[in-house]
C-alpha cells in the first residue's frame, strides 16, 4: 500500500512522466513486495527556483534531470529488500526513462495500519484485520 510521491523539474511530457510513474511501480511490484493494483501516486513538477539539491554530495554527479522519490509505505521492509529495491529502481529508470542512476533520490517512510485511510472515512487496514 505505498503512495508514492515524486518531485522533479517541470518539462517532462505527460508520456514521460507516466513512463517513469509506470517503472517505479514496476520496481516497488517485483522488488518492495507490492502487490499488482496498489498503485497510488503524485507527481509534483517544479520550476528552477523550487528545486534544490548538492551536485556533488556523496560522490553524484546530479543533473537538473535528478527526481526525488518518496515513499510512504505501511509495511516494514528488510533492508536486503529495501536494497534490492534501490537498485531494481535506478536501473528501471535507467532503462525506460534515460536517468542517469545520479539522478535518482529514494526515501522511504513507514507508518502503521492506522494512519492509511483509502477512502468512505474508513481505517481499512484496521478494520480488515479485526474480521
Known sequence: MPFLRVSLHKGRTPAQIRALIDAVYQALHRSFEVP????FAVVHQHEAGEFFYDVSYLGMQRTDDLVFIQIFAGKVRSVETKRAFYRDVCESLASVCGLSRDDVFVSISTNAGEDWSF???????IESRAR
Open 36 to 39: 499488482a493494483g496498489d498503485r
Open 119 to 125: 477512502g468512505r472515512g474508513d481505517a481499512q487496514l
